[in-house]
C-alpha cells in the first residue's frame, strides 16, 4: 500500500514540468544574445536529473512493493553491502560532475569573463531599498559634472553591448534581470562589470535576488530596451 504513495511522487513530478509552461509558470521571455546558451544549460541538466530522480524513485518503488511486510513472509535477510558498489556509485556522479564543469566553461567565459572592450555604459548602485543608476553625460564618462541619475529605471539600446559598473551602498545585494539572463551579487566595497545585449525592445524586470530585509520588494525596478 505504502508504494502507491511513492509511485505517485515521479508521477506527479513531471507531471507538474510537463503542464507548468500551458500556465505560465516557466522561464521568463529570454531576450538576450546569451540567454540561449543559459537556457540550453539548464534544460540539459533539468533533463539529466529528472531522468536519475524519475529512476531513483521507481526502483524505490518497486522495492517498497516487491518487499511488502504485508505480503512477504520470513525473516529479513541482511547483508553487509558492497565495496564496488559504493565505488561505481562515487565515481559516476564526480564524473557527471567534472563533465558538467566542463561543457559550461565556454559559456561561463561568455557571460563573466569576456568582458566588451567598451567603457561602462552605465551605473547600478544598489541600497536598501531601490537602484540608484547613473550615466555618463555627453562626455561619455562616468563621474564628471554632466552625468545623469534615475532611480529604478534603466534604459537599454537595443542590439548593443551594455556594461554595468555594477556597485552596493550598504549590504549584499544581487542584480538581476530574468529577461536578460543576467545575476550577479552587488558586494559591498566592490566595482563589478557585468554585461549583456537585449535583442527584443519591451520594458522587463529588474529584481533584486537576495533577501536584503524588510522592505526587500520595494527595490523592483525596471529595463527599458529601445532603439537608439
Known amino acids: 500500500m505504502w508504494s502507491l504513495p511513492f509511485l505517485l511522487v515521479p508521477v506527479l513530478g513531471v507531471a507538474t514540468f510537463v503542464v507548468a509552461p500551458w500556465f505560465d509558470h516557466w522561464l521568463p521571455k529570454d531576450v538576450s544574445v546569451h540567454g540561449r546558451d543559459i537556457d540550453g544549460l539548464f534544460y540539459f541538466i533539468l533533463a539529466l536529473t529528472g531522468v536519475v530522480f524519475v529512476a531513483t524513485e521507481m526502483v524505490l518503488f518497486w522495492f517498497l512493493w516487491k518487499y511488502d511486510a504485508a505480503a512477504v513472509r520470513g525473516p529479513a535477510k541482511y547483508i553487509h553491502g558492497s565495496h564496488t558498489l559504493e565505488v561505481v556509485w562515487t ?21 563573466k569573463m569576456r568582458r566588451p572592450r567598451m567603457a561602462p555604459s552605465a551605473e547600478v548602485v544598489a541600497r536598501q531599498f531601490e537602484w540608484r543608476i547613473r550615466y555618463p553625460g555627453r562626455d561619455g564618462t562616468l563621474g564628471t559634472p554632466d552625468d545623469l541619475f534615475v532611480v529604478n529605471d534603466l534604459h537599454v539600446p537595443l542590439d548593443e553591448d551594455f556594461l554595468v559598473q555594477l556597485k552596493s551602498m550598504d549590504v549584499l545585494h544581487s542584480f538581476f534581470l530574468p529577461n536578460m539572463r543576467v545575476k550577479h551579487d552587488a558586494v559591498p566595497g566592490m566595482k563589478q562589470p557585468v554585461w549583456f545585449k537585449a535583442t527584443e525592445a519591451g520594458t522587463y524586470d529588474i529584481v533584486c535576488a537576495e533577501v536584503c530585509g524588510w522592505g526587500h520588494y520595494k527595490m523592483k525596478g525596471r529595463i527599458t530596451v529601445e532603439s537608439r
Open 91 to 111: 565515481i559516476i556522479p564526480a564524473a557527471t560532475m567534472l563533465f558538467l564543469a566542463i561543457y559550461q566553461m565556454n559559456t561561463w567565459a561568455d557571460v
